[in-house]
């Protein structure tokens, strides 16, 4: 793999770890704020709902800039902002702070992945893009337990500044390491086909709609079923990682070789799946102690795998049908942000009304939606090779 994608990864890692940065500290965190659980929860939803709605707008402001340039202006906006909302004074504070971060993070993470592909040769494309994405795998084993232990040990302040430490040292990477990368020329021929590519969008917004649903209540979640709490929760978290990883590595090679259709409802199977065990680790069925620590692991990694085999896919497909328009790629983050929002808010919900058992039911419920709507939808025919497929 060409190392200069290894900096973009960066990116990805420092973001991720961003996104998820408190989830293991959400009790603590609302109690001192004086919020339930569930709202606090919210602090997500804005993030990735201002992620959503203005990342389309700023790659269409930065269209024409150089990749290494927007990438470089997300990093610094988010180191101050990371730095902002460890001095926030109240909840209302920190949920403006955490909007403008998820700004930040819509405004690089298009950009990484245009650059990615376009420093790699066609066939090695989906692979590159796992490997940008593999970003979010370190977050989970890495970032994201680091935060939850130094929130530990000190309070929840200070797993933002973890994560500004985090964009500092991309940031420096991407300064030192990232040659300049041109923004992707105009398409020839005109726009593209909004009915070749809405598929691949619905598909990133249903599945991480299931996934997040759950992911962001991971510390409750991992309490009712096992009964370990604070530091111990980021063993958990780190499963997610490995997960990813794994699903990363299937789903580059998968994208490589033209995979579509039948791998996605394979991946949405494997996450309804996994949150069937969460719902019966919830519910007690096997006795605390190993036997329900595995069950939870087992769980949180199949879901983690599931989702992120699916990603490389989608990715892989959207570039090849727009070329990598920037403002594409951020459509499709946008929607990626969307299923984050609308599964945070869909978990709070299900957390505040009926409790945590709720929470897997409700991310069951919404695997077998997206199964159910893409079974129908999605082009049924897969691709032998990625680098014929039709613009349309």
């Keep these: 793999m060409n190392p200069r994608v290894l900096v973009l990864t960066l990116c990805t890692f420092a973001f991720g770890s961003a996104a998820f940065i408190f989830a293991g500290l959400l009790e603590p965190m609302a109690k001192d704020l004086g919020v339930s659980t569930a709202v606090a929860g919210q602090l997500q939803t804005a993030y990735v709902l201002s992620s959503a709605l203005l990342g389309p707008v700023a790659a269409w402001a930065l269209g024409q800039l150089d990749r290494k340039l927007v990438v470089i202006t997300g990093l610094s906006l988010a180191l101050v902002l990371h730095l902002a909302c460890s001095l926030a ?82 940031l420096i990477g991407v300064i030192f390491f990232l040659p300049r990368v041109p923004a992707p020329p105009k398409r020839e021929g005109g726009r593209v086909e909004f009915s070749g590519i ?29 009964g370990i709490t604070g530091a111990g929760v980021a063993f958990f978290q780190a499963m997610i990682g490995v997960g990813a990883a794994v699903g990363l590595w299937l789903g580059g090679r998968a994208a490589d070789r033209g995979a579509g259709k039948s791998w996605i409802l394979q991946g949405i199977a494997i996450q309804a799946c996994a949150m069937s065990l969460h719902l019966a680790a919830t519910h007690q069925l096997l006795p605390r102690g190993w036997a329900s620590d595995a069950l939870v692991a087992l769980a949180i990694f199949l879901a983690a795998a ?46 505040a009304s009926y409790g945590v058992p709720a929470i897997p039911a409700t991310a069951l419920m919404m695997s077998a939606v997206g199964f159910s709507v893409l079974l129908f939808v999605f082009p049924g025919t897969d691709i032998s090779n990625p680098r014929q497929i039709p613009n349309r």
């Design 198 to 226: 809405w598929p691949l969008y619905l598909t990133s917004f249903l599945t991480f709609a299931a996934n997040m649903t759950l992911n962001l209540y991971i510390a409750p979640i991992v309490r009712v079923g096992t």
């Design 306 to 351: 599931a989702l992120f085999s699916i990603s490389p896919v989608t990715q892989s497909r959207l570039i090849q049908l727009t070329n990598g328009a920037p403002v594409a790629l951020a459509l499709n983050g946008s929607v990626f942000s969307m299923g984050q929002a609308l599964g945070a808010t869909l978990g709070g919900v299900a957390l």
């Design 89 to 170: 004074s109240n909840f209302e504070a920190l949920l403006v702070l955490r909007a403008l971060a998820g700004l930040a993070g819509s405004i690089s993470g298009p950009a990484a992945s245009v650059a990615a592909a376009s420093l790699v040769p066609p066939e090695r494309r989906g692979s590159a893009l796992a490997m940008v994405s593999g970003g979010m795998t370190l977050a989970f084993v890495v970032g994201i337990p680091i935060g939850s232990v130094v929130g530990a040990i000190f309070d929840w302040r200070a797993t933002f500044l973890v994560a500004a430490a985090l964009a500092a040292i991309a």
